[in-house]
């Protein structure tokens, strides 16, 4: 079946590291892959999505590639900040939520 | 946009007693509104889907009369704990999604529930 498989954390790292959490999916069809991010004490929040094969979906300095042929979906930032600091679940759906599934989250540490 | 809202934020209640949560999406209709259940470490689990007007459709072992959910409308969710334990203590975030959002879903900040 549909699955969604995310690293697991904490990644641990200092300001103005590199990121890459990695999360890679199965999948039939043709779903639209997502990050959510999730501050201490709140919901989610969208950070980031892809409708398509080879869309690239960006937000806050946050990249992430639709690739089909490696089905994944990696989520890079080229230089993180404390504020980062959350937890960050990717996600696949269809588009009339017949099914959606969500990775395990990895939680982020940014140390000053 | 799409901004959904939950009420109350955070709710003691002794053990025995019921718990109602209301979800909103309060600047469009929601096709279909989802509730989650956040343990410790951060996982996620979907309690229930519901769609406006129908009953709500719940996950293997979530049991539909402690947890019940009304659908009142294409902004309105409720889940209502009943005769809550300890056990029942958690975060509890709902979600709503609409038909252009390509899957995207919406989430409220969520409801923190401790259950004396």
């Known amino acids: 079946g549909d699955s969604v498989t995310q690293m697991e954390g904490p990644v641990t790292l200092s300001e103005e590291a590199f990121l890459t959490i990695n999360c890679t999916y199965t999948?039939?069809?043709?779903?639209?892959l997502f990050w959510y991010v999730q501050y201490p004490g709140e919901g989610l929040q969208l950070l980031l999505k892809?409708?398509?094969?080879?869309d690239k979906g960006s937000n806050k300095g946050f990249e992430a590639t639709y690739r089909k042929e490696t089905t994944s979906f990696h989520l890079e930032k080229g230089s993180v900040q404390v504020s980062d600091s959350a937890v960050y679940f990717c996600?696949?759906?269809?588009?009339?939520?017949?099914?959606?599934?969500f990775g395990s989250g990895t939680k982020l540490n940014v140390k000053p | 946009g799409a901004v959904v809202s939950q009420h109350p934020s955070w709710v003691i209640c002794k053990s025995g007693t019921s718990v109602k949560i209301e979800c909103r999406s309060l600047?469009?209709?929601?096709?279909?509104m989802f509730w989650y259940r956040q343990f410790p470490k951060q996982s996620l689990m979907l309690m229930a889907t519901?769609?406006?007007?129908?009953?709500?459709?719940?996950e293997q072992g979530v049991e539909k009369d402690k947890f019940l959910i009304n659908h009142a409308s294409l902004t309105l969710s409720t889940l209502t704990v009943t005769s809550a334990h300890p056990e029942d203590s958690s975060f509890y975030i709902c979600?709503?999604?609409?038909?252009?959002?390509?899957?995207?879903?919406?989430f409220g900040p969520g409801t923190r529930l401790t259950v004396l």
């Open positions: 979600s709503a999604g609409r038909a252009s959002s390509y899957g995207e879903q919406f």
């Open positions: 999948a039939t069809g043709y779903p639209s």
């Open positions: 892809a409708t398509k094969a080879d």
């Open positions: 996600a696949l759906s269809d588009r009339n939520f017949n099914k959606f599934y």
């Open positions: 600047d469009f209709q929601a096709t279909t």
């Open positions: 519901s769609n406006e007007g129908s009953k709500a459709t719940y």
